[in-house]
């Protein structure tokens, strides 16, 4: 089951969308910025209905 979930980049500010696929469970993985190009970290808690989104810089 795929979702969208709109965020705003840690590093630039600029609002984005990332899909997320809650079918995996909790993962963690990271994406380039589509307007900055930086690694987002994205921590994803999910039990295929609900689910919460964390974005991080790289480094925290
Ligand atoms: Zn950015």
Redesign the pocket.
């Known amino acids: 089951m795929l979702e969208t979930e709109r965020y705003e980049?840690p590093?630039?500010g600029?609002p984005a969308e990332a899909v997320l696929d809650l079918s995996g469970g909790d993962q963690s993985y990271i994406e380039d910025?589509p307007?900055?190009c930086?690694p987002i970290l994205f921590h994803l808690q999910t039990d295929g209905h609900e689910w919460m989104l964390d974005v991080q810089t790289e480094n925290e």
Request: charged share 25%; hydrophobic share 10%.
């Open positions: 980049c590093y630039c600029e910025c307007v900055c930086r």
